[in-house]
């Protein structure tokens, strides 16, 4: 395969063809530290990148410790991993349409010993018909408006009554237009900016 095919290769490719190179790291969330496997092929492989570390040290917790969660775009599973850690009662699905996201996710519910995860290969938009009470997501926003927002409405869809959906956003990367668009969906008093910081932002979207 020749490099430009190679640089051409996005972390929501289905299946990575870059060299796998292993990678070990440590994040700190809410006072408590975890490790990660990661490799390339998948975002952010380096390190916790700041998107990430912002949403889940910004995230509302429900006062119900019992619930239903969806990592949208899971990558390499920090997310769904954290959650699964502050919130053991809870049921944590992990979804992700890049085979090595998938395989290091697992990977590292293992390393981090957590049970009350399962992890799904596939398209978010097609295979996910079951309900929960918090998504949340740092969305591939190189994938384009028109699917992102699908992406909202569909999370709106599988929310339960009084569910909220969580993500963040670059600012400069359509931060207001999401915004404008979580609105749409979820009505005008139901959707919040919870943090701006670094260039990011954090939003709430309730569905009532």
């Given amino acids: 395969m020749n490099s430009k095919k190679l640089n051409s290769e996005h972390y929501f490719t289905k299946h990575p063809t870059s060299k796998l190179k292993l990678y070990k790291i440590t994040g700190t969330f809410l006072s408590k530290s975890f490790n990660f496997f990661t490799s390339t092929g998948v975002f952010s492989y380096k390190k916790v990148d ?13 006062k119900n410790k019992k619930i239903e969660i969806l990592d949208l775009g899971c990558g390499y ?5 954290v959650l699964a850690s502050l919130l053991p009662e809870s049921h944590i699905t992990m979804i992700d349409i890049n085979s090595r996201a998938i395989w290091l996710s697992k990977k590292n519910i ?14 978010f938009l097609q295979i996910i ?19 992102l927002f699908k992406l909202f409405r569909k999370s709106y869809e599988v929310l339960n009554n009084g569910g909220t959906l969580q993500l963040v956003i670059k600012t400069k990367q359509g931060a ?33």
């Fill in 77 to 81: 599973g920090i997310i769904g991993i």
């Fill in 110 to 123: 293992t390393i981090n010993n957590l049970k009350n995860i399962e992890v799904k290969y596939g398209d």
């Fill in 50 to 62: 700041k998107g990430t570390s912002l949403l889940l040290n910004s995230l509302i917790l429900p």
């Fill in 176 to 208: 207001k237009s999401t915004y404008n668009e979580l609105k749409q969906i979820f009505g005008e008093n139901n959707v919040k900016l919870l943090k701006i910081k670094s260039g990011y932002r954090v939003y709430q979207a309730h569905k009532i």
């Fill in 129 to 147: 018909n079951n309900n929960f009470d918090l998504i949340l997501t740092n969305p591939p926003i190189s994938l384009g408006k028109s699917i």
